[in-house]
């Protein structure tokens, strides 16, 4: 009997921080917040997508899987428990003995539709709030129930001073927002993706055939989602894919998406032209059965692109799309996933599976930006959403990839042009070729800008991008990076709450209040790492200075002594009064002396 | 007799590269360029600010200082060499013994006007094109005699497609550019800031009254400039600021820029209401004797304007801004810098160092950006550069800081408006305070969107931003950083020739060229540790593959068969037309076979 493994996860609250639950109010709901507890004022509530492993009052067992949050699913007369698809060894790219990842050991039987779409879709568009609409909503509020003032630039975004349930369901009925929530994934923690809530961002993991074991991938997914990843793609692409996404679904409280391509192909041996629909068609099955949330589907990528990419200086990029290209000229056909796109909604629309419409000619360099080759499929991306929609399947589209400043303004017009509003999801882009090793900076760049501009969620790029495989560091550090463009992003946007963060940090730096910095921060660890460098004395951390300027020389400090000086001399404000009236600088108040 | 410091600091070419010379037309100049050597085409040349330091055939010798480069100051007619003003023990912040730094051993007299100015803008209104505005014009055009297409968005910039002396003049009497050349700083390779040029880098080094000695500052500024910075401002607050003032400068090859106000501080014990314009002025004249080409003034921060800061989250954040304010309020006196700004103009003319006008009231949060505080000021930064170049002084204005993104450009515009497109030079700014740790990121994003809106210097900011003082290894990820943030932003200027190099490192990135695309990039070491972490074999630097995908799955492997296949098939291009005629894919080329 194989020993069940048992992989090492990281646990425990964030610093200074500590998990809070938020009722709901139409579905008994608990949904989960952090709170970082402050030294010189009351504590701050922020989004929280790290699950209950940053809780230290959850049981944690990895072979035994998170508990289930979504126990309403259970309920629903709508969904039907069936036997399921049996596991092929081909599931696992064939491996066995000792190569081969044990099973997830808790089995259950997969849920389908009885009939027609169970999608937050259908529901939404039934004019049914769902329990997944009221946890998203209450989430994207983060303890919220003032409303605050509020400036930005939205373009065309209308986002509430708070999201309602019914907000949340008005979204996804129009199609701007979705829930990736398989009916096979009650372990989650619903979420919302569009361009009226908070910028998500998506962390990349996944062994390859170089490298990498279930066990990193699980830490992975884990330490990826205490940072702050949104949602997790499994992007595996060696042998075990099968075993290693039940080990990452059954204890991942965020979406999990993949790429049923990479899979499809390690089962024909890894020759693109093998391929077939019924091995793709059969893939999709069985990973909708496992409850991956949502699926990149390449069906955009048309034979008649493909010579629109001759001429370009990184060819085809997508892993997916170059396999897609392939299977195409080889055969001289039409794409497969194009033309059985229907069936493809119709296996969708029976566990909910969203659609991440891939961009398989993204560009790869500065060159190949917004080409004829990208936007061509971009059309067609337009194109499969509304058959998506017509079958009331949830969408999204995924967007480059590299792309140079100015741009990045017309990649979102076009997709909001062509895709109807549908949500965005950019890799990046890459604002500059020049700087491989940092290339989570070069994209950071851009996908600040383009979340600014309307993306709802943005892929990590680690430093590892172009170079290798991100370890646990390059993970944290894409994810970090991701968070904060994201969060420029909400705030250059005017996303209601979200200078509340920046507010309290800022308060704290100028009231040298050195802990709550740190734990306002997104790397509460590495900035206090960094301080602790040049002034290691825990009496450093309570000094009215820092290692920058020195005791002598503080400016803030220096400007916390002219505020009290000033407000010794009758206040500041009414002195710029009397200034402006009289000319003379604080003639009343020496007088008052 | 005490004995010499030896400094060790970094030499060497940098990987794949060799050091160039272009010679000049006008005069007799020796231009350095970097010219990186690929395998699979012809090499690159690329700027370099890197000096002697990365040429092997250099004889470096950190106590006798840099050879001199700008040999024609000898001969200028209108200099003249006098003793000198005698350095004091208040100099060096009254260190003394084993704590004082040695002097640097070699005395040079300095140099000044007979009369009147001696500026480049001087020379360039007069019709002069002086030897530092073709130094500077070749440099620019990085060995570029073609033109190339050019796209993007300069926003009213007008960038030449090639850059001629002449045009570097013009710039230069418009007051839009400025060369910083201190006529004591003859070690300087010179080069042009403005908004016309390649957007350029600074690097803060400076020991602070906590840590750090002149052995760590030369090497930094030489580190600094290894990795790109184009100049190098020395923030040193401690004692012995003289001193290793004096190490730096006869060893920097780049613009030195200063606050002198941080060293006339120290001469008063650090007591700002002590602070005299009789301190400043000796100040502002033993710098620029000593060779320093840039100075940060402060006289923007008016009394008038302080009491706009009252309401502020964070105050005053400039030292510079702090130490005047506390000093106004102190004194119930205008800013003695703001009353003696002609005097001051008049010791600047008089040795050419260019103003940098600082923005005492920079927003230190983004609760602060754009408001009433900060332009009040930049309207005054406005008045004085009218004043300074009265006088024929150069000219750049020191902006933000902190800023959310939409509330970058109006920064710029409104820079424009006051200063009449006097060079822009800011920090960041940061488009979020949440991230200590990562502020060097939260920078670039807004780094590289002011410098595509027509910031001419960007300022870094490292990792240790409000956390502590910089190390090497911080001063060099600040520099990278700013280095791409720079060239995204020359990129979206549509700057000629700036995508040259991305386009030269995407075709090796397509064609496997593995060590010339390590070489391409800002940091060819760290790209390379990187990819050695996963495939560390020799035998992988050569491989069709990387590790992302491993050797079956390889996008790039994939796209390069299709291109094969579709040349084979009579060539994609004449396919797709046929395609558009016909609605058959490869019909001729089936045919054909």
Same mark, same amino acid.
Request: aromatic share 8%; proline share 6%; net charge negative.
């Given at each position: 009997m194989t020993k069940t493994p048992s992989p090492r996860i990281t646990t425990g609250a964030l610093p200074g921080s500590r998990k809070v639950y938020h009722p709901g109010v139409a579905h008994p709901l608990r949904v989960p917040m952090r709170e970082i507890c402050l030294s010189g004022e009351a504590p701050l509530t922020v989004y929280d997508s790290s699950g209950p492993y940053t809780d230290p009052g959850a049981r944690i067992a990895v072979a035994e899987g998170l508990p289930v949050v979504r126990d309403w699913l259970a309920g629903r007369a709508d969904l039907e428990a069936y036997p399921g698809r049996a596991v092929t060894e081909a599931d696992n790219g064939f491996a066995s003995g000792a190569r081969l990842t044990p099973a997830f050991p808790v089995k259950r039987a997969p849920r389908r539709a009885r009939a027609g779409a169970v999608t937050q879709l259908a529901a939404a568009r039934a004019g049914i709030i769902t329990p997944e609409m009221e946890f998203a909503a209450i989430r994207e509020?983060?303890?919220?129930?003032a409303t605050r003032p509020r400036d930005g630039e939205a373009f065309g975004a209308e986002i509430p001073d708070l999201v309602t349930p019914e907000f949340v369901r008005a979204e996804i009925a129009a199609g701007r927002a979705i829930i990736p929530a398989n009916i096979n994934h009650p372990e989650l923690e619903p979420m919302v993706i569009g361009r009226a809530f908070k910028v998500k961002i998506n962390a990349n993991i996944g062994n390859s055939a170089v490298t990498s074991s279930m066990e990193e991938e699980v830490e992975k997914m884990v330490w990826a989602i205490r940072w702050g990843a949104d949602t997790v793609m499994d992007l595996s692409t060696g042998r075990n894919i099968h075993n290693i996404r039940d080990w990452i679904l059954r204890n991942a409280p965020v979406p999990i998406g993949t790429v049923p391509l990479y899979q499809a192909l390690e089962k024909v041996g890894g020759v693109a032209e093998d391929l077939s629909w019924e091995i793709f068609r059969d893939t999709l099955i069985e990973q909708a059965e496992q409850g991956v949330d949502y699926f990149t589907i390449h069906a955009g990528l048309r034979l008649a692109h493909i010579p629109l990419t001759a001429r370009r200086v990184t060819g085809i990029v997508s892993r997916g799309g170059s396999i897609m290209a392939k299977w195409c000229l080889h055969h001289h056909r039409e794409s497969f996933l194009y033309e059985h796109f229907e069936e493809i909604c119709a296996i969708c629309r029976a566990y909910d599976v969203?659609?991440?419409?891939?961009? #398989?000619?993204?560009?790869?360099?500065i060159a190949d930006a917004n080409d004829a080759a990208q936007f061509a499929e971009l059309a067609t991306l337009g194109e499969l959403t509304k058959i998506a929609w017509a079958q009331e399947c949830q969408v999204m589209i995924e967007g480059p990839g590299h792309v140079p400043m100015h741009k990045i303004k017309a990649n979102m017009e076009e997709q909001i042009a062509h895709c109807q509003d549908a949500p965005f999801y950019t890799l990046?882009?890459?604002?500059?070729?020049?700087a491989p090793g940092y290339d989570h900076i070069t994209s950071a760049i851009g996908a600040a800008m383009i979340g600014w501009f309307g993306t709802a969620m943005l892929c990590y790029v680690t430093p590892?991008?172009?170079l290798g495989l991100p370890d646990r560091d390059d993970v944290k550090t894409g994810v970090i990076t991701y968070k904060l463009a994201a969060h420029a992003a909400d705030l250059a946007k005017g996303h209601? #709450?979200?200078q509340a963060r920046d507010d309290a940090l800022s308060r704290a730096r100028f009231e040298f209040r050195w802990e709550d910095q740190f734990n306002l921060g997104l790397d509460p660890d590495t900035a206090r790492a960094m301080h602790d460098e040049t002034l290691p004395a825990e009496a450093h951390k309570v000094a009215h200075f820092c290692s920058m300027c020195g005791p002598k020389f503080c400016s803030m400090r220096i400007s916390q002594d002219i505020r009290a000086e000033a407000e010794r001399q009758a206040g500041l404000a009414g002195m710029a009064e009397k200034f402006r009236e009289t000319g003379e600088i604080y003639v009343a108040a020496e007088g008052a002396e």
């Amino acid at each position: 009997m194989t020993k069940t493994p048992s992989p090492r996860i990281t646990t425990g609250a964030l610093p200074g921080s500590r998990k809070v639950y938020h009722p709901g109010v139409a579905h008994p709901l608990r949904v989960p917040m952090r709170e970082i507890c402050l030294s010189g004022e009351a504590p701050l509530t922020v989004y929280d997508s790290s699950g209950p492993y940053t809780d230290p009052g959850a049981r944690i067992a990895v072979a035994e899987g998170l508990p289930v949050v979504r126990d309403w699913l259970a309920g629903r007369a709508d969904l039907e428990a069936y036997p399921g698809r049996a596991v092929t060894e081909a599931d696992n790219g064939f491996a066995s003995g000792a190569r081969l990842t044990p099973a997830f050991p808790v089995k259950r039987a997969p849920r389908r539709a009885r009939a027609g779409a169970v999608t937050q879709l259908a529901a939404a568009r039934a004019g049914i709030i769902t329990p997944e609409m009221e946890f998203a909503a209450i989430r994207e509020n983060e303890g919220r129930i003032a409303t605050r003032p509020r400036d930005g630039e939205a373009f065309g975004a209308e986002i509430p001073d708070l999201v309602t349930p019914e907000f949340v369901r008005a979204e996804i009925a129009a199609g701007r927002a979705i829930i990736p929530a398989n009916i096979n994934h009650p372990e989650l923690e619903p979420m919302v993706i569009g361009r009226a809530f908070k910028v998500k961002i998506n962390a990349n993991i996944g062994n390859s055939a170089v490298t990498s074991s279930m066990e990193e991938e699980v830490e992975k997914m884990v330490w990826a989602i205490r940072w702050g990843a949104d949602t997790v793609m499994d992007l595996s692409t060696g042998r075990n894919i099968h075993n290693i996404r039940d080990w990452i679904l059954r204890n991942a409280p965020v979406p999990i998406g993949t790429v049923p391509l990479y899979q499809a192909l390690e089962k024909v041996g890894g020759v693109a032209e093998d391929l077939s629909w019924e091995i793709f068609r059969d893939t999709l099955i069985e990973q909708a059965e496992q409850g991956v949330d949502y699926f990149t589907i390449h069906a955009g990528l048309r034979l008649a692109h493909i010579p629109l990419t001759a001429r370009r200086v990184t060819g085809i990029v997508s892993r997916g799309g170059s396999i897609m290209a392939k299977w195409c000229l080889h055969h001289h056909r039409e794409s497969f996933l194009y033309e059985h796109f229907e069936e493809i909604c119709a296996i969708c629309r029976a566990y909910d599976v969203s659609f991440s419409l891939g961009d #398989g000619l993204r560009p790869g360099s500065i060159a190949d930006a917004n080409d004829a080759a990208q936007f061509a499929e971009l059309a067609t991306l337009g194109e499969l959403t509304k058959i998506a929609w017509a079958q009331e399947c949830q969408v999204m589209i995924e967007g480059p990839g590299h792309v140079p400043m100015h741009k990045i303004k017309a990649n979102m017009e076009e997709q909001i042009a062509h895709c109807q509003d549908a949500p965005f999801y950019t890799l990046g882009p890459l604002t500059t070729d020049i700087a491989p090793g940092y290339d989570h900076i070069t994209s950071a760049i851009g996908a600040a800008m383009i979340g600014w501009f309307g993306t709802a969620m943005l892929c990590y790029v680690t430093p590892k991008e172009h170079l290798g495989l991100p370890d646990r560091d390059d993970v944290k550090t894409g994810v970090i990076t991701y968070k904060l463009a994201a969060h420029a992003a909400d705030l250059a946007k005017g996303h209601p #709450g979200a200078q509340a963060r920046d507010d309290a940090l800022s308060r704290a730096r100028f009231e040298f209040r050195w802990e709550d910095q740190f734990n306002l921060g997104l790397d509460p660890d590495t900035a206090r790492a960094m301080h602790d460098e040049t002034l290691p004395a825990e009496a450093h951390k309570v000094a009215h200075f820092c290692s920058m300027c020195g005791p002598k020389f503080c400016s803030m400090r220096i400007s916390q002594d002219i505020r009290a000086e000033a407000e010794r001399q009758a206040g500041l404000a009414g002195m710029a009064e009397k200034f402006r009236e009289t000319g003379e600088i604080y003639v009343a108040a020496e007088g008052a002396e």
